[in-house]
Structures are given as structure tokens and as C-alpha cells.
């Protein structure tokens, strides 16, 4: 590097004042930081849910059906050919009940028919209920003191700020 006018004129004024000091050189200093990190154990959290059990009675309108079942007896010859289908006479089905009977001719005779009438019939009814409710607990666990490791580092230099001076803890 060539000496330049200004940097002459600051080496004249040094090696005036102090003749010993005439083509030294001074070393410029720096220094510089380095960053260890290390893990620390700082406790945890259980997190436990039990399950707890409760009776209650539960009351609800219920509804079913109820028949009633009715013969009668007819006793009619029908027509050849003419079978009678099950029909709805209203709510009640009818069902028609046929037998043959060997004659000279063959003919039907309507014996009795099935009625069957069907009643709604609303009802309470009392039923023991079995409810479940989930209930979470969280322990906090403190760190284990021998896994703290101390506050200085390897060469005595700090690896973290104290408990308590982080802003961000």
C-alpha cells in the first residue's frame, strides 16, 4: 500500500514527537463476540383427563302401537272367480279368511275376516341414563436442579442472561 500525503504527514508528526517511534507500526484491535448455546431442562406439564361417571333419570314421550284383534264371523258364499283382497275399512285392516268347500260346485265362502285396528298410545317412560364428562388436570413439573447447568459457560464466558432478565421468558 503506498504511503499517502496525509498518512506521510501523521507518521512526521508522531516520529517528531516521540523519535523512538519512528517506523512502528501500531496493530488496530477488534473484538468479537462469540454465542454458545445449551439446552436447559425448565420442568414440563402432565396433562391427565379422567372420565367421570353420573346417573340421571331421563323422561321422554314414548310412542308405540297397540292392536286390537277382532273375528267375525260372515259366513257368505261368494261368486266364482271373485277372491276379496285385504283392504283398509279407516285405521283397521281387514283381512279376508277364505275356504274352499267341495260341492257339486266349487264356490267360496267368506268364513270371518281379521280386523286389526291400530291405536297410537303416547306413554312417559323412566329410563336410567348413564352421562360421561371428561375433566383435564395440567401439572406443571419443575425442572430437575441437577440438569440446570451453570450460568458460565465453557472459557468462563455467559451462555444466558440470569432467570429473570429475558423479556421474552
Do not use: F, N, W
Request: hydrophobic share 35%; no cysteine.
Amino acid at each position: 500500500m503506498e504511503p499517502s500525503p496525509h498518512t506521510d504527514a501523521l507518521v512526521r508528526e508522531d516520529a517528531a514527537a516521540d523519535p523512538a517511534a519512528a517506523g512502528r507500526t501500531l496493530p488496530a484491535i477488534e473484538e468479537s463476540v462469540r454465542v454458545d448455546k445449551v439446552a436447559v431442562d425448565r420442568g414440563g406439564y402432565r396433562v391427565s383427563k379422567r372420565v367421570e361417571l353420573r346417573e340421571e333419570i331421563v323422561e321422554e314421550e314414548l310412542l308405540r302401537d297397540e292392536v286390537s284383534i277382532e273375528r267375525r264371523p260372515i259366513g257368505t258364499t261368494l261368486p266364482a272367480g271373485s277372491v276379496p283382497a285385504p283392504h283398509y275399512d279407516g285405521d283397521t285392516l281387514v283381512i279376508p279368511v277364505l275356504v274352499e268347500t267341495v260341492v257339486v260346485e266349487k264356490r267360496l265362502l267368506l268364513v270371518e275376516e281379521v280386523r286389526i285396528t291400530r291405536t297410537a298410545v303416547k306413554e312417559r317412560s323412566r329410563q336410567p341414563v348413564t352421562l360421561r364428562a371428561e375433566r383435564i388436570a395440567i401439572e406443571r413439573l419443575d425442572a430437575d436442579p441437577a440438569s440446570e447447568p451453570d450460568e458460565r459457560g465453557p472459557s468462563g464466558q455467559a451462555t444466558h442472561a440470569p432467570l429473570g432478565h429475558l423479556s421474552q421468558e
